[in-house]
């Protein structure tokens, strides 16, 4: 009898506390403005992809937001259950939708890859010994599509004394072969310190490291400063047979200012099938920096770049094989001052996104509606332009402080 009320009691609590949940929803979620877009141009079928992250701010109040396919949904509306993964990436979330039993536990949309056939996972585990040293081991695992087969297996992780941290950053098949490229903190004599990046082969049928590759080593010391970054991949789980890599040089000032060397920093390509290394280089007369063409696009092919030079936003496309713009095309949308904007690349086109004018000098964040430019990427062309609106006429007559971007992407 004890066991079976201890049960009912458990059964209460959950039941109470998911009850309890629901009327905070409520009473947060009412009363605040639902934005949506509204057109200036072009067709609003061109928004069912778009998720945008963002917040709204009243004095005292903030709520996280996404306005998704047009319609808003802040944080404090999802469910119980909802609440508890946090926000998702879509790429993770159709994954997690279409293979719900093999992506349990599994993370970070970069340790995967996927084709037709094959849908493969890579990841590294760390933890350190009650000596001090680290222990790291490769999580593997692959599913075979048509018979819904999971493989799964941990292996070693090659010299793994020398390493402090391992980063998974692209995962590649190639051949039958699982191609893992990491970005590595090397342990190093003295004061100084290592930068490198691994490409590590696996053969799957056989479950072992067959190969560990050093792309790129850089040693320093002191106040020295070098980091690894990546432009972004528009398609991180598809095949490439190309991947960037930018290597940023600077130095860390005693008065704890950071200065960054351009002469000194570079891109890096790497060819899985050719196993080459090439420094990728522009044309001197370009505006493009390398801060800049860092934050681009990439989709092994070419790299596509936001350039905000000028009166009006431009994207310029790089053939990465050539080394050359391609395509410099002027899009329907003025640069401001201040003016913060998003972007991404999918499908085609350009999304931009203009998000918050701000004026530090004032000590103060002033606002006003962002805009989303969607542009087709071989033309230049206007596919849809629009600004942000509060649906309500209601609402419209309440005290807005601002609605804040952070994000956006397209599923």
């Known amino acids: 009898m004890k066991r079976y009320l201890c049960s ?52 005292p109040y903030y709520e996280s937001l996404t306005i998704e396919s047009n319609q808003t949904t802040y944080d404090s509306e999802k469910s119980y259950f909802e609440s508890l993964t946090g926000r998702q990436d879509a790429q993770m979330g159709r994954l997690m939708k279409e293979h719900r039993s093999f992506m349990r536990g599994k993370d970070y949309i970069d340790s995967f890859y996927e084709d037709s056939d094959f849908l493969a996972y890579a990841s590294v585990n760390e933890d350190f010994t009650k000596n001090g040293n680290m222990e790291a081991e490769f999580d593997i695992a ?16 090659p010299d793994q004394v020398r390493k402090m941290n391992t980063n ?60 690894v970054g990546m432009p972004v991949d528009v398609a991180p789980t598809q095949s490439n047979n190309m991947i960037l890599f930018s290597v940023i040089k600077g130095v860390n000032h005693e008065d704890g200012s950071y200065e960054e060397r351009p002469n000194e ?29 860092r934050k681009g696009f990439g989709d092994g092919k070419n790299l596509y770049v936001v350039d905000n030079q000028s009166n009006n936003y431009h994207i310029k496309t790089i053939d990465l094989s050539s080394q050359k713009v391609t395509k410099d095309l002027e899009l329907d949308l003025a640069v401001h001052k ?16 203009l998000g918050n004018d701000r ?4 000590m103060d964040y002033k606002t006003k509606p962002p805009q989303l430019l969607i542009a087709d990427l071989k033309t230049g062309k206007t596919l849809y332009k629009g600004e942000t609106v509060i649906q309500s006429a209601e609402q419209k007559k309440t005290k807005n402080l601002g609605f804040y971007v952070e994000n956006i992407e397209v599923k």
């Open 338 to 353: 201040n003016e913060e904007y998003f972007a991404t690349v999918k499908n085609g086109s350009v999304y931009l996104l």
């Open 8 to 59: 009912i009691i458990i059964g209460l609590v959950v039941i109470l506390s998911i009850g309890t949940y629901y009327v905070k929803v409520a009473s947060s979620a009412s009363g605040l403005p639902m934005y949506t877009f509204k057109k200036l141009e072009g067709s609003s079928k061109e928004l069912d992809p778009v998720i945008i992250h963002g917040s709204h701010e009243a004095d």
């Open 168 to 227: 998974v950053v692209d995962v590649q098949l190639v051949h039958s072969k699982l191609q893992v490229l990491t970005t590595n903190d090397v342990n190093s004599n003295d004061d100084k310190q290592t930068k490198e990046v691994h490409l590590y082969t696996i053969d799957l049928a056989n479950k072992k490291v067959i190969s560990d590759k050093t792309l790129f080593s850089e040693t320093y010391k002191g106040n020295d400063q070098v980091e």
């Open 265 to 293: 920093s570079k891109l890096l390509s790497y060819n899985y099938e050719t196993e080459k290394m090439e420094h990728v280089k522009w044309p001197k007369n370009e505006s493009l920096s390398l801060d800049k063409i």
């Open 142 to 157: 692959l599913l075979e599509k048509k018979g819904n087969d999971e493989t799964s297996f941990s292996l070693e992780l």
């Open 359 to 362: 004026y530090p000098e004032e």
